[in-house]
Structures are given as C-alpha cells and as structure tokens.
Nanobody, 132 residues
C-alpha cells in the first residue's frame, strides 16, 4: 500500500497554475513533517517545499527557486497536503513527489532543510509539464 497518494499534476502553459494534493493512505494520524519534492530524468530528487507542525504552530520552507510562486499548506481536518503552484515556468517541469517522515522521528530544523534522505515515506509521483 502506497502511504501517500498525489494528484493534480498535468500540462499547462508558462505562467499557468496547478494545485497538487497529497493524501496519506492507511495512516490515521498526522505527519508532523511532510513535503514536496521533484525530480527530472538524470538529476537528483530535490526538495521543493516542506511543512512542519508542532501542536498548532506550523512552519514552511521553500527552495529559493520557488519562493513567491509556490505555497505549501495542509488541510487541518483531512490531513491533505497541498502545493499551490502559480506563475509556472518550463523549468518547473518534473515529477513531483509527496513525502513524509516517520512520526516523531524528526525536528523542525531537519524537516525544513528539505533533505531527501530525511524522509521515510513516499508517494508514486504526479507529473507536471510546463510548456513555453
């Protein structure tokens, strides 16, 4: 069973928008560290945005190249994670993955560092293609 299920990818023109969703599967709790990563063929997977929650306080971290264009958020009631993507560019074309750390296994700084090897659970990805 895939622990995280992504949706919302697609093809858009440069300047367009998409909203990606990630739904935890088979887990009734809330991941305290969850995020979005992307990968293009031949390159390493990279952290786009991560989200850390402790109690009612939340933190977000973004890669420099998406600052101001992408917003990560979590639905409080359903545990769904979103990535709102605006002003998309052709270089945003990639497979986008949702990932989470095991419960209580990480801290805020580690989560917000967006390091791929810190994350334990992965979805199968959703493709985003931006044409010029």
């Amino acid at each position: 069973q895939v622990p995280l299920v992504e949706s919302g990818g697609g093809s858009v023109q440069s300047g367009g928008s998409l909203r990606l969703s990630c739904v935890p599967s088979g887990y009734n709790g809330r991941y305290d560290c969850i995020g979005w990563f992307r990968q293009v063929p031949g390159k390493e997977r990279e952290g786009v945005a991560t989200f850390y929650r402790t109690g009612t306080t939340t933190y977000a971290s973004y890669a420099d190249y998406v600052q101001g264009r992408l917003t990560i958020s979590q639905d409080n009631g359903e545990n769904t994670l979103y990535l709102q993507m605006n002003s998309l560019k052709p270089e945003d074309t990639a497979m986008y993955y949702c990932a989470a750390t095991a419960p209580y296994s990480t801290n805020r700084d580690s989560c917000l560092s967006r390091q791929t090897n810190s994350f334990d659970y992965w979805g199968q990805g959703t493709q985003v293609t931006v044409s010029s």
